[in-house]
């Protein structure tokens, strides 16, 4: 996850330049120079690499290292657990919805504290969610995460400054918390599980700064100081969580510019918990041993390479006069030689794609989307058909495809220009500083070029419709069916769980006809543990579950 910066929405960016102009920021002391967190009873402490994080407050959650410590110090009101494959309480010891899907209420475990003292009641809930919309916390720069709840009801209102309250939002009593949604959503729970939808005391309305870099949450580890920007965030064991305390006693999270320092500090024993360089990874395999189960660290048996929940793609401008036709998108898609990437490039560590939705979501289903997969001969057959070719074997197709230069993107471009060379489609490199080609991508003047989604809950409406429905931020395609629109918004509305993974299996089988980006492989783990782990998982969206981890010390 450390490659990961979030943009827009849910933006899956890898080797981000922006986490590394936020680490240009950073002070010049080095990470390893971080003093050891301290903390009560006994216990050791985890040393885990990150990048430099965009936020570690709920307020603006919104990529997987902040994700990773936000994770750690706020209890949202659900979790997922990938081990189970199901929801499962957090701060809520329960929940229901009403017959429609348009009200859910919530009752809150008993006992609950912050970090400060103060009681996890309903109203801290309200006063999070009320935060992280409204335009006034923070007018210099609005929160990039507050679409997890703009299906509540006064979303709208609030956000565009005309209330100052979340009216979908009610209080009860200090247990309950009753959230009324403008429309039905079925997978609202799913929804109240991401960290960006923790709970906050009162005291994050006081001094936004001062909250941003220490945040005061409710989970089982607390800030030990402040977020030294660039170097090190320290966290410790809160003894007064009210579920099962963790035994690590703290946890120093380091921050790296580049994996490959990180995982040299690593090998010389100085971090626990670290992402495998690509080069390294088949070493890395034979010196610390495979998990059995991709997502388990235990003694011997350290190299993770489980499936993520996450997919990369080529976004195509389906507004564009060269690539609007759906058929030359299918024939690009042909031409790729997905496997060839995955091998060469990444050692094999990727898994070619044939869906948009990736393995691990309920509803995932193997080589669903038809033209996502490599068949030199039915390109060209395709091709023929549409542009063929003249005496020299071209077919007066060129387009830009575009990417940011740092990580391997530059090494997967290359195979793909070259792939459509060999079927006459002249793809011309497009490389440029990152946050500027996601602007271009936001605004539609682009061609084509390299994205990624990782989930933000594991459920299939949460690739499907931020990544196809008209108008949405993350629709960067500019991709438009007004049945796919009212397909997804039906199932949106269904609440039995069978019926709507099958109409979302629909809708997405719908897509692949439009075709209107190209899956090219899934992402799989390649993180390690050191020998001082006795056991931790890392689940799919790589969050560590250090509150379950044991270590040696």
């Not at 997905?338 to 490039?345: E, H, K, L």
């Not at 500027?436 to 061609?447: K, M």
């Not at 769980?497 to 783990?525: C, G, M, W």
Request: net charge negative; glycine share 6%.
């Amino acid at each position: 996850m450390s490659e990961q910066v979030k943009i827009g929405r849910r933006t899956f960016l890898k080797g981000s330049a922006a986490a590394s102009a936020l680490l240009a920021l950073a002070a010049c002391k080095k990470a390893d120079d971080a003093p050891t967190a301290e903390a009560e009873g006994t216990g050791a402490t985890a040393k885990v690499y990150i990048n430099n994080p965009v936020s570690i407050d709920p307020y603006n959650c919104q990529e997987s290292e902040g994700t990773q410590v936000c994770y750690q110090i706020f209890d949202s009101l659900t979790d997922y657990d990938y081990e189970k494959g199901e929801l499962v309480p957090s701060a809520a010891a329960s929940w229901k919805a009403n017959d429609d899907a348009t009200e859910f209420t919530f009752t809150l475990v008993e006992g609950a504290k912050f970090h400060n003292g103060d009681p996890v009641d309903a109203e801290s809930f309200k006063r999070a969610w009320t935060r992280l919309v409204d335009p006034k916390t923070n007018e210099s720069s609005p929160s990039a995460v507050n679409y997890h709840i703009a299906m509540v009801d006064g979303y709208d209102a609030l956000v565009a400054g005309e209330t100052d309250e979340l009216t979908g939002v009610t209080c009860p009593d200090e247990k309950t918390l009753v959230v009324k949604l403008a429309v039905p959503y079925a997978d609202f729970p799913y929804v109240a599980s991401h960290p960006a939808l923790g709970p906050v005391p009162a005291v994050a309305l006081e001094d936004f700064d001062t909250f941003f870099r220490a945040p005061i949450g409710n989970g089982p580890f607390m800030m030990d100081g402040k977020w030294e920007d660039g170097q090190y965030i320290n966290v410790k064991r809160f003894e007064d969580y009210v579920g099962d305390k963790p035994s690590i006693a703290a946890v120093q999270f380091n921050i790296q510019k580049d994996m490959e320092t990180a995982y040299k500090e690593f090998q010389a024993g100085n971090y626990d918990f670290c992402d495998v360089p690509t080069a390294q990874i088949k070493s890395a395999q034979d010196t610390y041993g495979v998990s059995e189960d991709g997502y388990t660290i235990t003694p011997g048996k350290q190299m993770l390479l489980g499936d993520e929940a996450s997919v990369y793609y080529l976004t195509v401008n389906n507004n564009d006069p060269v690539l609007k036709d759906p058929n030359l998108r299918k024939a690009i898609s042909l031409a790729i030689n997905r496997q060839a990437i995955c091998d060469t490039v990444f050692s094999g560590t990727r898994t070619p794609a044939a869906n948009i939705v990736p393995p691990g979501i309920a509803g995932y289903e193997d080589d669903v989307w038809e033209y996502s997969h490599y068949d030199k001969d039915a390109a060209v057959k395709l091709l023929d058909q549409y542009y063929p070719a003249d005496a020299d074997g071209k077919r007066n197709v060129s387009f830009q495809l575009s990417f940011n230069g740092d990580g391997n993107h530059g090494d997967i471009m290359e195979a793909i220009q070259a792939d459509l060379a060999a079927v006459g489609i002249d793809a011309q490199l497009d490389q440029g500083e990152w946050a500027a080609i996601l602007d271009r991508y936001q605004n539609g003047d682009y061609q084509a070029g390299r994205l990624g989604w990782i989930s933000d809950y594991p459920i299939m409406d949460n690739f499907l419709y931020p990544l196809f429905y008209t108008g949405n931020g993350d629709n960067r395609s500019l991709y438009s069916n007004p049945a796919v629109d009212e397909a997804l918004d039906k199932a949106r509305q269904t609440t039995d769980d069978d019926e709507r993974i099958a109409a979302l299996q629909a809708v997405n089988k719908t897509i692949s006809e439009d075709f209107p980006v190209i899956p090219i492989f899934f992402y799989k783990h390649t993180y390690v543990g050191s020998d001082k782990v006795k056991s931790a998982y890392v689940d799919p969206s790589k969050k560590i579950k250090l509150r379950a981890a044991e270590m040696e010390g």
